[in-house]
T-cell receptor
């Protein structure tokens, strides 16, 4: 069945460094790729998303890139800050099944001051 | 400005009990979802609904059922709780049939003893 693989499972960086989280998906019909941030004890929140007709999208310190041919997409966080510490989930839409998302396993990002 | 509300933050139930988890959204979203979140496994879809009284099985529906009698409310039912259903349960909603990001509830941490 469809799946999304996310790596790494844990990531530790120094404040100010960049962090990159990578995901691959299997469903070639997927056309929507959101990223969620879940702080400890809180609900996942959408931080950025990209659609298949776009290769890159930026929002301040975060950016997402998409390579449809290779079926992978990545989250890039620059100038990391301690408040970026959280679990990050990537997701991919389930082809033409409007509204359903498949999630990756999550990456626990720790930013050390 | 809470938009997706889950009725309980923590629940402890006994094996064999029938358990109801309630979710209410005030955004007039058509789609509602129940996921369970387990470490290392990400978020896995249990059931979803794209309209009142409509429901479809997700990836792990065994041992669960759902009810959507009103547009704003989506209930997850554990017919006979078992210890392997101990988990964090997340409700989410989204708008329309086009792929869009979810709004999540705060989650219910269920422990079955």
């Amino acid at each position: 069945g469809e799946n999304v693989e996310q790596h790494p499972s844990t990531l530790s960086v120094q404040e100010g460094d960049s962090a990159v989280i990578k995901c691959t998906y299997s469903d070639s019909a997927s056309n929507y790729f959101p990223w969620y941030k879940q702080e400890l004890g809180k609900r996942p929140q959408l931080i950025i998303d990209i659609r298949s007709n776009v290769g890159e999208k930026k929002d301040q310190r975060i950016a997402v890139t998409l390579n449809k041919t290779a079926k992978h997409f990545s989250l890039h966080i620059t100038e990391t800050q301690p408040e970026d510490s959280a679990v990050y989930f990537c997701a991919a839409s389930r082809g033409n099944q409007g509204g359903k998302l498949i999630f990756g396993q999550g990456t626990e990002l720790s930013v050390k001051p | 400005d809470v938009k997706v509300t889950q009725s309980s933050r923590y629940l402890v139930k006994r094996t064999g009990e029938k358990v109801f988890l309630e979710c209410v959204q005030d955004m007039d979203h058509e789609n509602m979802f129940w996921y369970r979140q387990d470490p290392g496994l990400g978020l896995r879809l249990i059931y979803f609904s794209y309209d009142v009284k409509m429901k479809e099985k997700g990836d792990i529906p065994e041992g669960y059922s759902v009810s959507r009698e009103k547009k704003e409310r989506f209930s997850l039912i554990l017919e006979s709780a078992s210890t392997n259903q101990t988990s964090m349960y997340l409700c989410a909603s989204s708008l329309g049939t086009a792929n869009r990001g979810y709004t999540f509830g705060s989650g219910t941490r269920l422990t079955v003893v």
